[in-house]
């Protein structure tokens, strides 16, 4: 079942007047499930492997800044899969509608942060590279209390801003921001976290 229109509105009122959203129940509650066994699962073949930093021939995995282990996603792999990235076009095309940002595609992978791993202060846009315009999380952590830890801090005053918005990574939770203009980090938690952490992506402009 695709997000209602209500609820695509606010987000693409959220990013305009603030840079970031944040929206409780997005997906289906079994869905939300199916896809935190898979997360659990291809962890447990060994699938999933530890981030890098950078990209290309820079990229090294430096666990000292970011300790997440993922595996991406394409089409084909799950019928739960399948249902997420249909969902994602879904807000895809409504952002391009509402907001006109040129998004082309989605990128996303799964996340798992083990216990006390955490991802320290960043920006998701590439130096290099303009193509990332939305950053997109979803949860998938049932019975996520306070105490976990865990929480994606955002930065909406800057790299440099003290103030910062807290979101808690409960389950079927949905974080989106302005991957050019959000610096934020990801605090250890006591348990292990999974996400579906993904990019609506724009074609890169001349000059990068």
Request: glycine share 8%.
């Amino acid at each position: 079942m695709p997000p209602d229109n209500a609820l695509l509105l606010r987000i693409a009122d959220d990013l305009v007047k603030h840079g970031w959203s944040q929206q409780d129940v997005f997906l289906p509650q079994e869905l939300t499930l199916q896809l935190a066994g898979e997360c659990r699962a291809r962890a447990a073949q060994g699938a999933l492997t530890p981030a890098g930093i950078g990209r290309g021939a820079a990229m090294a995995v430096q666990e000292g800044v970011r300790g997440d282990r993922i595996q991406w996603l394409e089409a084909g792999q799950s019928t739960a899969c399948d249902r997420y990235l249909q969902i994602m076009e879904t807000v895809r095309l409504a952002l391009n509608r509402t907001l006109y940002l040129g998004l082309e595609d989605y990128e996303c992978h799964f996340a798992l942060y083990p216990p006390g791993a955490f991802y320290q202060k960043h920006l998701d846009r590439f130096h290099d590279d303009d193509c990332r315009t939305v950053s997109v999380i979803v949860y998938l952590n049932d019975a996520w209390l306070p105490e976990h830890g865990g929480a994606l801090r955002l930065y909406p005053g800057g790299l440099n801003g003290q103030d910062a918005q807290d979101v808690a990574p409960l389950a079927n939770r949905l974080a989106l921001f302005l991957s050019a203009d959000m610096p934020h980090e990801v605090l250890p938690s006591t348990r292990e976290r999974l996400s579906l952490t993904g990019w609506f992506r724009r074609r890169q402009r001349n000059g990068f």
